[in-house]
């Protein structure tokens, strides 16, 4: 628990959620489909076997008659299985392995008995009010309240006179919005919402399935396939076939898994994204570019 700690804090002391935590201690523990597949395949060729053996042993059979028909019938079960397994491949989920309210209760409730407290650095995401700014320079919008807890602990609005919401109509007008989203179809779903009620102000920098299928480390959660009317609305998304197909397979990855240190480099480059788009001379630097050869 104190390496998770000091991993999220990213040796300098950064805040982190227990929701941060429950993702941070599960991910090595996920469920790995192809493997689960194969345990199940073994699991059913052993239980022919045992079957076989028990029907010998105890007589119920004898083996004249066991043997001939167990190994056509183990055969069969193998081969089923194989012929089952993109089914399988493609309907399986990926749950974490922990229920949160189960973290909560057997981890972070033994922890603060023993030790008085939560783990260093942690705040409880229930806990935490993002404060209210009288003239906020900026917006963040999260339908993570974790996500919100974790840069409000950080103390993200008052470093860059941020205002943090999770829904749209409370965000203060008039200035840009940072959208932060989960990889996911409501994630998505959402985020094209905030393109069109905040149309330029809207900056879209939340977790993208591209960034997920691109990186192998990412948390990937599979939850059921969705219905085919429920996906229809991704094609006229900015996303590729491949991440429309990934979201359409169930798959999923969640903004709270990103730790703080990752989050705050997001919404350090999110302004500066924004600063270079309000500042002529800084945007014509970027297109510019450093020590770049004069073409005149």
């Known amino acids: ?61 004898p083996a004249a008659v066991v043997i001939p028909l167990g190994v056509p019938v183990l055969v069969l079960a193998i081969f089923a299985m194989g012929a089952a397994r993109p089914w399988f491949l493609r309907r399986a ?8 309210s189960t973290f909560r209760r057997d981890v972070i409730g033994r922890w603060t008995s023993i030790y008085r407290g939560l783990p260093p650095g942690a705040v409880d995401e229930d806990r935490v009010r993002p404060p209210a700014l009288e003239r906020p320079q900026f917006a ?30 409370r965000l203060p007008p008039d200035v840009p ?25 809207a900056v879209v920098v939340g977790l993208s399935p591209r960034a997920v299928l691109a ?35 169930g798959w999923w990855s969640p903004i709270a898994a990103i730790p703080p240190a990752k989050l705050l480099t997001v919404l350090e480059r999110a302004v500066e994204r924004i600063a270079d788009a309000a500042d002529p001379d800084r945007r014509r630097a970027r297109e510019v570019g450093f020590l770049t050869w004069p073409t005149r």
Not at 141 to 148: A, F, G, I, K, Q
Not at 153 to 165: E, F, H, I, K, R
Not at 220 to 247: K, M, N, V, Y
């Open 1 to 61: 628990m104190r390496k998770l700690a000091e991993r999220l804090g990213d040796g300098r002391g950064l805040r982190y959620t227990l929701l941060q935590l429950w993702y941070a201690a599960g991910r090595k523990k996920i469920p790995d489909v192809e493997r689960a597949f194969k345990r199940a395949r073994v699991g059913v060729g052993v239980a022919v076997v045992v079957i076989a053996i028990v029907l010998t042993v105890s007589g119920a059979a």
């Open 93 to 100: 989920t990926v749950p974490m392995p922990v229920l949160y």
């Open 140 to 169: 963040v919008l999260c339908p993570d309240r974790s996500v919100l807890a974790c840069l409000a602990a950080n103390d993200v609005p008052q470093t860059w006179s941020m205002a943090l919401s999770d829904r749209i109509d």
């Open 177 to 201: 919005v940072i959208v932060l989203h989960d990889a996911s179809m409501p994630g998505i779903a959402m985020a094209g919402k905030a393109r069109v009620a905040l149309g330029a102000r």
């Open 215 to 249: 990186n192998a480390s990412a948390l990937r959660l599979r939850d059921p396939r969705p219905q085919p009317q429920d996906t229809a609305f991704l094609h006229g998304e900015p996303l590729s076939a491949a991440e429309i197909q990934w979201l359409a397979e």
